[in-house]
């Protein structure tokens, strides 16, 4: 049988463990990380297409960026949609 001390040590690692889990979910959930994302996307884009001599290449890549942004606000929708029908 587990000591007060062993449960104790258990107890602790698993709301360790919870705080880890609930700032990786509240990240990944973050207009932050969003926001970075679509500012990676477009100097990504950008970028290529500057490198490969694309005309306004700056202004022609908003539109990944932006359609990426959009599916990022929009999947949490379907998500759900996606569960009802699951169930």
Known sequence: MATLRELDK?????????????????????????GLLVLFTYLAVGAYLAAISVQD????????AVAFMLSTLTLPYFKGIWLRFRK
């Open 57 to 64: 290449a700056w202004l022609n890549a908003i539109v990944p």
């Open 10 to 34: 258990r107890v602790a690692g698993i709301e360790r463990r919870n705080a880890r889990v609930e700032a990786d979910k509240a990240w990944e959930t973050s207009f932050a990380r969003r």
